[in-house]
């Protein structure tokens, strides 16, 4: 079965210090995986996918397939980064119509 | 463009009362539809899915069912709510699969 973790519920940086959001994930095949943000008051939004290796808002995120992760980084925390974060899977295998979400991170940068 | 129409916004019901949440998907055919339910400390957790017509996958059996009577509609329901019914619902789409998920702007359900 596929699992997505994400083991801090809560994660407090100050505003320029370095941000790690951590997901590890179980699936026995090649998966795809995403970042999901939701700022306040706002929908769910696609943050930013492992195959676009790309960064937005200056997030970035490595799958690191030895390690099972796909951690979140950003250099230089700023408020408006403050949000409900969240690490998804999908599969290309059988249960691909399912994608399976992590719990969560809330970051809170504080000023 | 494609968009995705989720609604009611918020709804209180009585306990032992009907639920019908609707959700509707223009400018894309055939999508997947999915249904999730977010709590807090619980994350985001799938109910049901759809990849066509009349086509429902369920994940957690529960006190809700699932129907897509047509191409982008997608409607949550319940018979009798019971007050652990509460929640936020999430209403979702993609157009193939690995795509990114597009979510509607949620409904809050308070089930008193």
């Known amino acids: 079965a596929q699992r997505v973790t994400q083991p801090e519920k809560l994660l407090s940086v100050f505003k320029g210090a370095p941000v790690e959001l951590k997901c590890n994930y179980s699936y026995s095949g090649s998966p795809e995986l995403f970042w999901y943000v939701q700022y306040s008051r706002q929908r769910l939004q696609l943050l930013l996918r492992h195959i676009s290796r790309e960064s937005i808002k200056g997030f970035t995120a490595d799958l690191n397939k030895g390690e099972t992760s796909f951690h979140l980084k950003k250099p230089f925390a700023q408020e408006e980064d403050s949000a409900m974060y969240y690490c998804?899977?999908?599969?290309?295998?059988?249960?691909?119509?399912?994608?399976?979400f992590g719990k969560g991170t809330k970051l809170s940068v504080i000023p | 463009s494609q968009t995705i129409h989720q609604w009611p916004a918020t709804l209180v019901q009585p306990v032992g009362s009907p639920l019908s949440l609707e959700c509707t998907v223009e400018g894309t055919s055939n999508p997947n539809l999915y249904w999730y339910r977010q709590a807090a400390g619980r994350g985001l957790q799938l109910l049901f899915y759809s990849i066509g017509i009349d086509q429902i996958s369920s994940e957690v059996p529960q006190n809700l069912s699932a129907s897509r009577p047509q191409d982008r509609q997608f409607i949550l329901s319940s018979k009798k709510l019971l007050l652990s019914d509460s929640g936020f619902y999430l209403c979702?789409?993609?157009?193939?699969?690995?795509?990114?998920?597009?979510f509607g702007n949620g409904t809050r359900l308070t089930v008193t």
């Open positions: 979702a789409w993609r157009g193939t699969l690995n795509s990114p998920l597009h």
């Open positions: 998804a899977l999908s599969g290309p295998g059988a249960g691909s119509y399912q994608l399976t």
